[in-house]
């Protein structure tokens, strides 16, 4: 009987930790899909401000329309950049989204557990190439940056559901698993005293 309980006490455990890491996938998923709208207006406006030092504009009028973030009102986030820039210049909202997504994934790659665990690299890296790939699929394809292609509303819908179904896997693995190295290091630690 002793065996079962163990069994059963084992399994909680990696409930739980499957658990925090699924709940700490979808609060990440959520928040980086949320900022994502900032981040990525931001590059155009910062190509904007650019453009406007390049050709000694003396003033500059830089406007954004919002939507309902997940359909919430109270959750507003920019969609769209209207301001006078070239075309070329369109893209760098993309641009600058990947590269703050990229110097986050270095910073964490860089932490002492991370850079220990291969296992956890693979992960983030899966991460964030879903996140460069869904801005450049939702922006430059789907959106007004780039090629501007008619993408019907249902197209849009199962990319998003494409790309945040990776999102979740690969961070929720990334988190199960951090959870249980830090789990184990505490073992270890424990045990060697």
Do not use: W
Not at 3 to 8: E, L
Not at 153 to 178: D, E
Request: with cysteine.
């Amino acid at each position: 009987m002793s065996k079962f309980k163990k069994f059963i006490k084992e399994s909680s455990k990696s409930y739980i930790y499957s658990t925090i890491g699924i709940v700490l996938a979808i609060i990440l998923v959520l928040t980086l899909n949320y900022v994502q709208f900032y981040v990525h207006e931001l590059g155009h406006a910062n190509s904007v401000v650019l453009h406007a030092f390049a050709q000694n504009q003396s003033s500059l009028t830089i406007n954004f329309t919002y939507i309902d973030f997940l359909g919430k009102e109270f959750l507003k986030v920019p969609q769209q950049t209207i301001a006078p820039m070239p075309k070329i210049m369109f893209s760098y909202g993309v641009l600058f989204t990947m590269v703050l997504y990229a110097f986050i994934f270095l910073l964490v790659a860089r932490l002492k557990i991370v850079r220990g665990n291969k296992i956890l690299e693979y992960p983030l890296i899966i991460s964030l190439i879903t996140l460069v790939l869904q801005d450049i699929a939702m922006n430059l394809f789907c959106g007004t940056d780039g090629l501007r292609l008619s993408c019907s509303i249902l197209t849009i819908q199962i990319l998003t559901i494409l790309f945040n179904a990776v999102l979740l896997l690969s961070f929720g693995f990334f988190f199960v698993m951090l959870i249980m190295f830090i789990k184990n290091k505490k073992l270890e630690k424990e045990a060697s005293k």
